[in-house]
């Protein structure tokens, strides 16, 4: 079992940064890949990015490539994911989750672990 904590969401202004941050606690955090979702109101829950399990390979969707960063503090069990250049289509619920796909993966189907989410809001 892994329990998985978001925090750092909030209300930012277009163009402002925001730092996301997964707590993992339970089993080795090492053996999973972490991904970041996120799901506006009425719409599907759409992958943002994801990162191996040691961190060294990362990929992401093209709506946040070049703006987004993921990482990972294997010695401190978390996760993270800054947010640049935000806009107000980055408005959402944002979700991380731990897959025992070592690579990560692109599929919300592979996710077997999900945080509670938190709440990222981008004012136009």
């Known amino acids: 079992q892994v329990t998985l904590v978001e925090s750092g969401g909030g209300l930012v202004q277009t163009g402002g940064s925001l730092r996301l941050s997964c707590a993992a606690s339970?089993?080795?955090?090492?053996?999973?890949?972490v991904g970041w979702f996120r799901q506006a109101p009425g719409e599907e829950r759409e992958f943002v990015g994801t990162?191996?399990?040691?961190?060294?390979?990362?990929y992401y969707s093209d709506s946040v490539k070049g703006r987004f960063t993921i990482s990972r503090d294997n010695a401190m069990n978390t996760a993270y994911l800054q947010m640049n250049s935000l806009k107000p289509e980055d408005t959402a619920l944002y979700y991380c989750?731990?897959?025992?796909?070592?690579?990560?993966?692109?599929?919300?189907?592979?996710?077997?672990?999900w945080g509670q989410g938190t709440q990222v809001t981008v004012s136009s």
């Open positions: 989750a731990a897959t025992s796909v070592f690579g990560g993966s692109l599929r919300s189907a592979a996710y077997e672990y």
């Open positions: 339970g089993r080795t955090f090492t053996d999973y890949g």
């Open positions: 990162i191996n399990f040691n961190g060294k390979s990362t």
